[in-house]
């Protein structure tokens, strides 16, 4: 998708991969889906929401709601394509997505209100909300924290890319983050600390946040900047630039 757009964000879209895809693909023990929607209803008022709130990001996004049946596979050929529903961050043409993103730092705002919205109509809609490392340096982020928590938001569960790189350098060369999992407890969040590349810690995770009563939980999720490809990763280039045609033949046989 990237390599025929000649344009897009692969590092972080990779390192999200195994969260986003336990988010739209995974189970509770129950058997119940962690994400509940259905792709040919997207306005189901039953669904679940989810947000990516580091849109840059939205390849990744793009190729989860294909997979789960948004839209024709051959549309994601058209990212960054003038008129295409599949633009260079997320906007409301594309189905399945709930609100546009891509200035950071908004994204858990928008999840508090969609968490209090639920609340107010006495639905137990769940909100998930993806951050990245970098965009909790906005100020934005920690008000919507302080508000989350003040208004027990336990049907909010944020995720934090935590791979350690922005699009400048290292997160904590440009604005140190530690200790990140402190700031959160402190703003009175339930923290989960995992390996955001372990398949059963994610789905362990998913399944602690859901059964959190009283407060908001944030997964701080460790993980490789450009996870599986071996020349992307923790290489701060591909935050955002696309890989060329034989960059992404070669990505492609390490990832298989």
Same mark, same amino acid.
């Given at each position: 998708?990237?390599?025929?757009?000649? #344009?897009?964000?692969?590092?972080?879209?990779?390192? #999200?991969?195994?969260?986003?895809?336990?988010?739209?693909?995974?189970?509770?023990?129950?058997? $119940?889906?962690?994400? !509940?929607?259905?792709?040919?209803?997207?306005? @189901? %008022?039953?669904?679940?929401?989810?947000?990516?709130? $580091?849109?840059?990001?939205?390849?990744?996004?793009? &190729?989860?709601?294909?997979? /789960?049946?948004?839209?024709?596979?051959?549309?994601? @050929?058209?990212?960054?394509?003038?008129?295409?529903?599949?633009?260079?961050?997320?906007?409301?043409?594309?189905?399945?997505?709930? /609100?546009?993103?891509?200035?950071?730092?908004?994204?858990?705002?928008?999840?508090?209100? =969609? #968490?209090? &919205?639920?609340?107010?109509? *006495? +639905?137990?809609?769940?909100?998930?909300?993806?951050?990245?490392?970098?965009?909790? %340096?906005?100020?934005?982020? @920690?008000?919507?924290? =302080? /508000?989350?928590?003040?208004?027990?938001?336990?049907?909010?569960?944020?995720?934090?890319?935590?791979?350690?790189? %922005?699009?400048?350098? $290292?997160?904590?060369?440009? =604005?140190?983050?530690?200790?990140?999992?402190? $700031? @959160?407890? &402190?703003?009175?969040?339930?923290?989960?600390?995992?390996?955001?590349?372990?398949?059963?810690?994610?789905?362990?995770?998913?399944?602690? &946040?859901?059964?959190?009563?009283? *407060?908001?939980?944030?997964?701080?999720?460790?993980?490789?900047?450009? +996870?599986?490809? #071996?020349?992307?990763?923790?290489?701060?280039?591909?935050?955002? !630039?696309?890989?060329?045609?034989?960059? /992404?033949?070669?990505?492609? *046989?390490?990832?298989?």
């Amino acid at each position: 998708m990237l390599a025929k757009a000649g #344009s897009g964000h692969p590092g972080g879209s990779l390192s #999200s991969a195994d969260l986003i895809t336990c988010l739209y693909f995974g189970s509770f023990s129950d058997g $119940k889906p962690i994400l !509940r929607y259905k792709s040919k209803q997207p306005d @189901w %008022q039953e669904r679940d929401r989810f947000h990516m709130s $580091k849109g840059h990001c939205c390849p990744l996004w793009y &190729a989860a709601l294909t997979e /789960a049946g948004y839209f024709p596979t051959e549309e994601l @050929w058209t990212l960054r394509k003038l008129g295409s529903k599949l633009q260079g961050h997320p906007d409301c043409r594309t189905p399945g997505v709930e /609100a546009a993103s891509g200035s950071l730092g908004q994204g858990l705002s928008i999840g508090v209100g =969609m #968490s209090l &919205a639920a609340k107010m109509d *006495k +639905k137990d809609n769940r909100v998930y909300v993806l951050l990245g490392d970098g965009e909790i %340096q906005e100020g934005n982020i @920690w008000e919507a924290a =302080m /508000a989350a928590s003040h208004y027990n938001c336990d049907n909010l569960c944020a995720m934090l890319d935590r791979n350690r790189f %922005q699009i400048d350098g $290292k997160t904590d060369e440009i =604005m140190r983050l530690e200790p990140v999992a402190d $700031k @959160w407890r &402190a703003f009175g969040w339930q923290v989960i600390g995992i390996d955001g590349h372990d398949i059963e810690s994610i789905l362990s995770a998913y399944e602690q &946040a859901e059964n959190k009563k009283g *407060k908001p939980t944030i997964i701080i999720a460790e993980t490789i900047k450009g +996870k599986g490809v #071996s020349f992307m990763e923790n290489v701060v280039d591909f935050h955002g !630039r696309a890989p060329s045609a034989q960059e /992404a033949e070669i990505a492609l *046989k390490e990832l298989e």
